[in-house]
């Protein structure tokens, strides 16, 4: 069984930073990629970010320039390192895990708000 467990959410100011964690666990096959996706009250999911095993990244445009994606692969961890923080960035944050045999894995979601 695989787990995928998220920290770092809260509450923040517009302007200011946060750092979200991912940490997989279990039995897991050799990981492809990991990265977030978010989703806003009556939103769409959107993605985030995903980096590769590689180190290779892909971020949406509406972050990019902004946050940044980064791992620990013996540890089986990635980062979502999120600064100049926006209002519209309010949204529950989930990680994710893709594996060489083709499966993904999904965490439970930290809220992240912007607010004054």
């Known amino acids: 069984q695989v787990q995928l467990v998220e920290s770092g959410g809260g509450l923040v100011q517009p302007g200011g930073s946060l750092r979200l964690t991912c940490a997989a666990s279990?039995?897991?096959?050799?990981?492809?990629?990991m990265g977030w996706y978010r989703q806003a009250p009556g939103k769409e999911r959107e993605l985030v970010g995903r980096?590769?095993?590689?180190?290779?990244?892909y971020y949406g445009d509406s972050v990019k320039g902004r946050f940044a994606l980064s791992t620990n692969n013996a540890k089986n961890t990635v980062y979502l390192q999120m600064n100049s923080l926006k209002p519209d960035d309010t949204a529950v944050y989930y990680c994710?895990?893709?594996?060489?045999?083709?499966?993904?894995?999904w965490g439970q979601g930290t809220q992240v708000t912007v607010s004054s």
């Open positions: 994710y895990v893709y594996t060489d045999d083709h499966y993904d894995y």
């Open positions: 279990g039995s897991i096959f050799k990981i492809n990629a």
């Open positions: 980096i590769s095993s590689g180190g290779f990244t």
